[in-house]
């Protein structure tokens, strides 16, 4: 172990290197920014502080571009001694003058919400250091940085701890972020990819409108963009949900749920072309940004427990004693109707979504390997078709049973289940008629497009969030 004076030695040693680096880049040709961390004691670097002085350079090169969109850096560089991590900037004298570089370090420390722990100094290209003249404000108080020092206000350890208490707490908000809009992403990703397949049974999609007369590609265009927004909403609720009891969370999620079904008539006239959708994406909107909050990472398992928790008796307590009550819902009807083969969305969700997890995700598994993001129009057809079919072949789709009856939905489920098996040997004639026999017969299975739409986001989720393995 290191003792006070051969610590006290190596930093002196650090920072002297560090300053002749500094002097050599120059060349007399450019300006020189350096960015450090104000960390007191040791260590000067480790993993939490690498990872914040990075998550720092992206912020400070966005800040850059977006002052000075035609400047690039003529050189960047990245090191690490003694004294901890710096990133070292170097720009052609020419295009900017060394006190305006200042100026906007300086603006940039102001805005930054950790600005206080950022150094950014300037260097010119003759080898001075320009300085602003402001004294910074100690981590702690209001009082000069330097001061505070001298006066020793603070120890070392409770400035350091503070720091690194903040450091953590913008970490988090970081990651925080990231999980927010990814699954957001993924969510709008899955409705656009569902509605933009071609051709599908019955189903809306690009090319045609299938079995419907009032909506087309249009309209779930617009419902989408009217629904985008509120699933930022949703998780940002998971974000800021404390209670332990997921139970309790239905009501607040039904909130902004009913809010989108408001929203998506509105941009449709009227028309409901995803209130089944907005019904299974509003409640594993929430679960998938609690779950990877919770655990860490995206554990099916943990993803299928909070699904089961929130819609625990969901069936029992919306669909079960209906009769004779009035103004039922189309679902409601198909519970009264036919039991729980009429359950639909809410039977699905108080099971965990099985359809999903038991048939549709393996198939999508087996079939891509990661993100499809870059995939061509034909490549995804290839793969989410089999999807659908697989669905389609399962799903007790309330659309058909309430429409048209249980005996064509089971002619639906085998004609789909002959198309899927036709589909993996490259034969792609029994789907063509099968979409024609739907597109004719006026039969929609848009519970299953829902569960398409879902099947996608969750794959997304699994492969952004999943849990990497040695």
Same mark, same amino acid.
């Given at each position: 172990?290191?003792?006070?004076?051969e610590i006290f030695a190596n930093l002196l040693e650090a920072r002297e290197e560090r300053q002749q680096r500094k002097l050599s880049m120059l060349s007399g040709r450019y300006h020189?920014?350096?960015?450090?961390?104000?960390?007191?004691?040791?260590?000067?670097?480790?993993?939490q502080l690498h990872r914040f002085i990075s998550a720092v350079d992206d912020e400070f090169e966005r800040f850059f571009t977006s002052h000075y969109p035609n400047l690039q850096w003529a050189k960047k560089e990245m090191f690490n001694d003694f004294s901890g991590d710096c990133f070292l900037y170097l720009l052609d004298q020419t295009l900017l003058k060394a006190e305006d570089l200042k100026q906007l370090t300086e603006l940039f420390e102001q805005e930054f919400p950790l600005g206080r722990i950022v150094d950014l100094d300037v260097m010119s290209s003759m080898g001075l250091p320009i300085?602003?003249?402001?004294?910074?404000?100690?981590f702690l108080c209001d009082k000069a940085a330097e001061e505070c020092r001298k006066l020793q206000h603070h120890t070392i350890t409770e400035v350091r701890e503070c720091m690194m208490n903040a450091i953590g707490v913008f970490e988090e908000q970081q990651r925080n972020d990231s999980i927010v809009k990814s699954v957001v992403q993924y969510a709008v990703n899955g409705l656009m990819h569902e509605v933009a397949l071609s051709p599908k049974p019955g189903l809306v999609c690009r090319n045609a409108p299938g079995a419907h007369s009032d909506m087309d590609f249009m309209t779930f265009i617009n419902s989408c963009a009217a629904l985008a927004p509120y699933f930022q909403e949703l998780a940002t609720l998971a974000i800021n949900y404390t209670d332990k009891d997921d139970r309790k969370a239905l009501?607040? #999620?039904?909130? *902004?749920?009913?809010?989108?079904? +408001?929203?998506? $008539?509105? %941009?449709? &006239? @009227?028309?409901?072309?995803?209130?089944?959708?907005?019904?299974?994406?509003?409640?594993?909107?929430?679960?998938?940004?609690r779950v990877i909050k919770k655990v860490g990472y995206f554990k099916a398992n943990?993803?299928?427990?909070? #699904?089961?928790? *929130?819609?625990?008796?969901?069936? +029992?307590?919306? $669909?079960? %004693?209906? &009769? @004779?009550?009035?103004?039922?819902s189309h679902g409601q009807n198909c519970f009264v109707n036919y039991g729980l083969q009429g359950a639909g969305a809410r039977g699905e969700a108080e099971q965990?979504?099985?359809t999903i997890f038991n048939h549709a995700l393996p198939v999508l598994s087996a079939l891509v390997k990661h993100d499809f993001f870059f995939m061509s129009d034909s490549e995804m057809k290839q793969s989410l078709i089999p999807?659908?079919?697989?669905?389609?072949?399962?799903?007790?789709?309330?659309?058909?049973?309430?429409?048209?009856?249980?005996?064509?939905?089971?002619?639906?489920?085998?004609k789909s289940?002959?198309?899927?098996?036709?589909?993996?040997?490259?034969?792609?004639?029994?789907?063509?008629?099968?979409?024609?026999?739907?597109?004719?017969?006026?039969?929609?299975?848009?519970?299953?497009?829902?569960?398409?739409?879902?099947?996608?986001?969750?794959?997304?989720?699994?492969?952004?969030?999943?849990?990497?393995r040695a």
């Open positions: 172990m290191m003792g006070e004076a020189l920014v350096s960015l450090q961390l104000n960390i007191p004691g040791l260590p000067k670097s480790n993993q300085s602003s003249g402001k004294a910074k404000k100690c009501p607040y #999620i039904r909130q *902004i749920g009913l809010k989108m079904e +408001q929203e998506m $008539l509105r %941009a449709t &006239n @009227g028309v409901n072309t995803h209130k089944g959708a907005v019904f299974l994406m509003c409640l594993s909107c929430f679960s998938c940004v943990a993803f299928i427990a909070t #699904i089961q928790k *929130i819609c625990n008796g969901i069936v +029992q307590k919306e $669909l079960c %004693a209906l &009769n @004779g009550s009035l103004n039922l965990g979504f099985p999807v659908l079919l697989k669905i389609m072949s399962v799903n007790n789709d309330t659309n058909v049973l309430y429409r048209h009856g249980k005996s064509v939905l089971e002619e639906l489920k085998r289940s002959h198309a899927l098996e036709a589909w993996k040997k490259g034969e792609e004639v029994a789907y063509d008629d099968l979409v024609e026999w739907c597109n004719s017969q006026k039969i929609s299975s848009g519970g299953s497009a829902d569960l398409l739409a879902l099947t996608i986001m969750l794959f997304h989720c699994k492969n952004k969030f999943g849990k990497i």
